[in-house]
């Protein structure tokens, strides 16, 4: 990389923190003038979500209808070969 490159490839980058910046404290303003706070970080992804109980007839129904889906494929490719 020569010289120039890298001073312009500098430049850009102060040029672009300096933005950064100047967005953030309008965000902040903006916030403020909503009432709300501030989030320290920002959010990722969602919560997990808590987990519903499931009645021991749903979850041999579960089992039941996927062994029977496992049957099916494995015949299928029984007849394949």
Do not use: C
């Not at 102060?14 to 403020?32: P, S, T």
């Not at 709300?36 to 041999?60: I, Q």
């Amino acid at each position: 990389m020569s010289t120039n490159d890298h001073a312009l490839l500098e430049a850009a980058l102060i040029g672009y923190q300096h933005q950064a910046a100047q967005l953030a404290e309008k965000i902040a303003d903006i916030r403020r003038q909503l009432g709300g706070k501030s989030p320290s970080v920002a959010p990722t992804a969602e919560s997990p979500k808590k987990r519903r109980p499931m009645s021991a007839a749903a979850r041999k129904r579960i089992a039941a209808a996927q062994k029977k889906r496992w049957e099916e494929y494995h015949r299928k490719q029984e007849g394949k070969s």
